[in-house]
């Protein structure tokens, strides 16, 4: 199952369309390591938050920065390690949809794109990938419930309490949009999460009054 436009597989997702390069200067067409991506990706924010750059290309990395006149972010595993956020909390949620059966949930968490040996999910699984709605209805697919809604109402409660109580962005938003806004950036986010949970998340952050722009899932505009 493929949640993009593009080519997506374990470790890598090469876009459909052709897309921006790592300093938006061009357009090209490109191959992403997703670890490796991740990892440039968070480097980046830092050292675009904290207004420096690398010795090697640090002008033209500044020149180019210049001519960008927003940025739309990913939440989670963007702004919020997904791991770290998510990783317990799901496995609660499977085992709520399991009806407390911890066997049934592991056959949940394994149906659904984790992997049992590693513990991380798959690109391409709606944990992942995909909204709240998604997973909900991929459990509750793989053991026949039929109570669909119910259980979806129930579990976006305990996602959206965790954003409210329990998730920790990988740096201080309030400051790292700051000093974008600061640059005269325009800063939106778009995640498969609700709106209403993006909403929260940022709130608890600190960051609403830096965002011109917040979408989830559920907003109007599709999904990623």
């Not at 997703?34 to 924010?45: D, E, F, G």
């Not at 999910?121 to 909204?131: D, E, N, T, V």
């Not at 959206?160 to 005269?184: A, C, I, S, T, Y």
């Amino acid at each position: 199952m493929s949640y993009g436009p593009g080519s997506l597989s374990e470790r890598s997702y090469t876009p459909k369309l052709a897309g921006l390069d790592d300093l938006g200067s061009s357009l090209i067409t490109l191959t992403v390591d997703l670890s490796a991506y991740r990892a440039n990706l968070r480097a980046r924010l830092k050292a675009f938050g904290e207004g420096g750059h690398s010795s090697a290309g640090g002008g033209r990395a500044s020149r180019e920065l210049a001519m960008i006149a927003a940025i739309l972010f990913d939440k989670d595993g963007t702004l919020y390690d997904f791991y770290r956020t998510w990783g317990v909390l799901t496995e609660q949620a499977a085992l709520f949809v399991a009806g407390g059966d911890a066997e049934r949930a592991r056959f949940l968490m394994e149906n659904s794109g984790k992997d049992p040996a590693t513990g991380k999910y798959a690109p391409s699984s709606p944990i992942a990938a995909g909204s709240n709605r998604e997973i909900v209805e991929v459990w509750c697919g793989l053991i026949q419930r039929i109570d669909v809604d119910d259980v979806y109402q129930h579990v976006s409660r305990m996602f959206l309490e965790h954003q409210r109580n329990g998730v920790e962005p990988v740096l201080d938003l309030d400051v790292f949009f700051g000093r974008l806004k600061g640059r005269g950036l325009r800063l939106g986010i778009a995640t498969m999460d609700s709106e209403k949970a993006a909403r929260t998340a940022m709130l608890r952050a600190k960051a609403t009054h830096h965002l011109d722009f917040i979408c989830g899932y559920d907003t109007g505009h599709g999904v990623k």
